[in-house]
C-alpha cells in the first residue's frame, strides 16, 4: 500500500516541488489530493501543556472544517492532536510527515492514529521502507512539512524546538508563520 513518488510524478506535491531542495523521492502511504494545495501545518512540543494540546486539536478540527489540509509531524503531543483535530470533521484532512520510512510507526502509540490518517489523507516520508527515526531525520522532515504548507502554526514551543526549525524553514520558504 505504499506508492514511491518522484518530482516528475503528476501527483507530486507542487507546493514541495517549489521549495529549494525538495525530496528526489517520497514514500506515500494514502494519497494527495488537489484540495491539499489549501494546506496549513501545526507543529509543536512534544511534551505539551494541556492547554497546547486543546489548542492543537482545535485549530486542526476548525481549519480542517474550513477545507484546509492539516500537515503535521505525526509526533507526541501537539502534532497527534492536530492531526487528530483534522479527522474530527467529516471531510477534514491530514497528512502527517513521518522521520522514518511511512512503515516504522515512531512514536509506536501512534501506529493506529496512523493507519486513520492513511485513509483520510497520506503519510509521507523521504526515508525508505524499514529505515528508523534518527536524530538528523528531523529537520529534513521538517523542511517537507513546511514545504507542503500554505503557512506553519506554532502552538507551544521550546528555543532550541525542532518546531521552530520548521518555522525558520517556512519563513525562508516564502510561508506564513
Keep these: 500500500g505504499v506508492r514511491i513518488i518522484c518530482p516528475d510524478d503528476g501527483e507530486y506535491p507542487i507546493l514541495l516541488k517549489h521549495i529549494h531542495d525538495p525530496p528526489n523521492l517520497l514514500y506515500v502511504k494514502g494519497g494527495f489530493e488537489d484540495r491539499d494545495l489549501n494546506s496549513i501545518a ?3 512540543s512534544r511534551k505539551c501543556s494541556i492547554y497546547g494540546r486543546g489548542q492543537s486539536e ?12 492539516v500537515i503535521s509531524g505525526g509526533a507526541r503531543g501537539i ?5 487528530r483535530g483534522a479527522m ?12 522514518p520510512g511511512v512503515d516504522v510507526p515512531y512514536p509506536p502509540e501512534n501506529k ?13 516520508s ?3 521502507l524499514g529505515m528508523p527515526p ?22 507551544e514551543a521550546a528555543i532550541s524546538s525542532g518546531s521552530l526549525i520548521t518555522a525558520r524553514l517556512a519563513a525562508e520558504q516564502g510561508r506564513e508563520v
Design 42 to 44: 501545526i507543529v509543536g
Design 112 to 124: 493506529a492514529l496512523f493507519e486513520q490518517i492513511a485513509e483520510r489523507g497520506a503519510v509521507v
Design 58 to 69: 482545535r485549530f486542526g478540527g476548525l481549519l480542517g472544517g474550513a477545507g484546509f489540509t
Design 79 to 83: 502534532d497527534s492532536a492536530a492531526h
Design 134 to 155: 534518527a536524530t538528523h531525520h528531523f529537520p529534513r522532515r521538517n523542511r517537507i512539512i513546511s514545504g507542503l504548507s500554505r503557512g506553519v502554526l506554532v502552538v
Design 88 to 99: 474530527q470533521h467529516p471531510a477534514g484532512r491530514t497528512i502527517a510527515v513521518l522521520a
Design 126 to 128: 523521504e526515508f525508505p
